[in-house]
């Protein structure tokens, strides 16, 4: 009964990330927190080594990743990755005791496609940087962003977006969109979804709520982080996403509050669960 298992699902392909490092540093303070509960991890390098965990795994994060989200396509980490989501859902389905699962930028367009609930498609240009995201009505209410202002800050890393919600599939699945993309004025663009919660028990983020200021300055600090922020945004704007990485009640805040709220919240369901099915 006092255990639980967490399953990192690592999607970077073998790129060299800070994002496996900031999930693993979230589990590791939640693993304190628990202290009375037996809490573990195991990571499973997805896209490089064909790696898969079963369905004896209690919460599943899936991370971010460079690419396409559908480079993949016809590959066998592909259908492995997919026939777990798949077997996740019937079991959900069925089962008193449920399977919790995050995802995570890349691995959100990847859940997009899984159940068919928007589009995915190019973006019309590159995003970079510690950008400002609105929550939408059900985001008010969802406990993952409760202690975020609106709007709050996220890590923004994307070549694809999620837009033009499928609102049928969303109505069947019983899902709600929680958060979006900032408004730009200034461009006729259409406004990505960046949160989705599915279900009690399964939600995704089009950014990266477990960056961490060191993550990021780790990133703006590389010569051509910057010269590619300078470029498309200008000099001004690159420091100010060095204060954003930096000033606790932004990316911090972020990093601080979703991720761990979803460890938090899962764990306890799990452990009232087993006390029940008892």
Not at 27 to 42: G, H, W
Not at 141 to 167: H, T
């Amino acid at each position: 009964m006092n255990e639980i298992k967490i399953a990192i699902l690592d999607l970077y392909n073998g790129e060299e990330n800070q994002g496996i490092r900031c999930i693993k540093d979230i589990i590791e303070e939640t693993i304190d927190r628990f202290s009375e509960i037996n809490v573990s991890y195991n990571l499973f390098d997805v896209r490089a080594n064909n790696e898969i965990p079963g369905l004896d795994y209690d919460i599943y994060i899936s991370s971010g990743g460079p690419g396409s989200p559908f480079e993949g396509k016809g590959s066998n980490w592909e259908k492995m990755y997919f026939g777990l989501l798949s077997n996740i859902d019937f079991h959900n389905e069925r089962e008193d005791e449920k399977k919790f699962v995050f995802f995570i930028c890349h691995s959100f367009q990847l859940m997009a496609r899984h159940y068919n609930f928007a589009k995915v498609t190019t973006r019309h240009s590159p995003s970079f940087g510690i950008m400002e995201v609105n929550k939408v009505s059900n985001g008010f209410a969802e406990p993952l962003l409760q202690k975020l202002d609106d709007p709050f800050y996220g890590a923004d890393f994307r070549e694809y977006q999620v837009i033009q919600p499928r609102f049928d599939v969303l109505n069947r699945l019983g899902a709600r969109i929680i958060a979006i993309e900032k408004e730009r004025t200034h461009v006729n663009y259409e406004r990505a979804i960046m949160g989705i919660r599915i279900s009690e028990e399964i939600v995704g983020l089009q950014f990266h709520p477990e960056a961490d200021p060191a993550s990021m300055l780790y990133h703006l600090h590389k010569p051509e982080r910057k010269e590619q922020v300078v470029k498309k945004y200008g000099e001004r704007k690159y420091y100010d996403m060095i204060k954003l990485a930096e000033d606790p009640n932004a990316l911090l805040r972020t990093r601080n509050n979703v991720l761990p709220e979803f460890l938090n919240i899962s764990i306890r369901k799990i452990i009232s669960e087993r006390v029940v099915c008892q």
